[in-house]
């Protein structure tokens, strides 16, 4: 079946470094999501991205999507303690409305 | 954050039992969702709903049924509950079936 990849499964970076996660899926995808998950919290839609090789920022956040819309990666530039949690994509099986979860990535950030 | 509860928020319940969760909006969405997240696996989805009594499952649907008699309730059932059901289950809506927004989550603990 469909599967969604993530790498690194933690990561633990001095605040002010920067961070990236990647996200691989075994098939094609119509879209990419992002959410965050601080700890002991519920996950949190970030952004999605639609066409290949699309990238969107949103402040020190950068998502790029691949151009064979089979991956994903999400860089933080300089990294704050308010960084913290788990990274997740997701990504829909195709036809459907039902999305596939990466297992995450987790940032620890040490000031 | 959008109006989406759970309920009860913690439960601990015998092998065996029955254990109905509630999942309740006020944004009449279209499209809820019910994960469980266990450590090193993500959000795996369980089963999900594209309208009233419009149901499908999820990659890890085996021992839970859901239903939705009304827009606003999304009720997940485990109709014998085994400890493998020990779990963290989040509930999330969609209006369009992209941004899923989640719910706070319920922490089910199986003796």
């Known amino acids: 079946g469909q599967q969604v990849m993530q790498i690194p499964q933690y990561q633990h970076v001095q605040e002010g470094e920067d961070f990236t996660t990647y996200c691989n899926s075994s098939t094609t995808l119509s879209n990419i999501q992002w959410y965050k998950q601080r700890p002991g919290g519920h996950p949190v839609f970030l952004i999605q991205l639609v066409k290949s090789g699309e990238v969107k920022k949103q402040k020190r956040l950068t998502f790029q999507f691949g151009e064979a819309k089979k991956n994903s990666s999400l860089h933080i530039t300089a990294t704050q303690t308010t960084d913290v949690g788990t990274y997740f994509c997701a990504g829909p099986t195709s036809g459907t409305y039902k999305y596939i979860f990466g297992t995450g990535t987790r940032l620890k950030v040490l000031a | 954050d959008a109006g989406i509860t759970q309920s009860p928020r913690h439960k601990v319940t015998e092998t065996g039992t029955p254990v109905t969760l509630r999942c309740h909006q006020t944004e009449n969405h279209r499209y809820m969702y019910w994960y469980r997240q266990d450590p090193g696996h993500g959000l795996r989805l369980i089963h999900y709903s594209y309208g009233v009594k419009d149901t499908d499952k999820g990659e890890v649907s085996d021992g839970y049924s859901v239903s939705r008699s009304k827009t606003e309730d999304f009720l997940l059932t485990l109709e014998s509950a085994t400890s493998s059901q020990t779990s963290v289950y989040f509930c999330?809506?969609?209006?369009?079936?992209?941004?899923?927004?989640f719910g706070p989550g319920t922490r089910l603990t199986v003796t």
């Open positions: 999330a809506i969609s209006g369009t079936g992209s941004e899923q927004y």
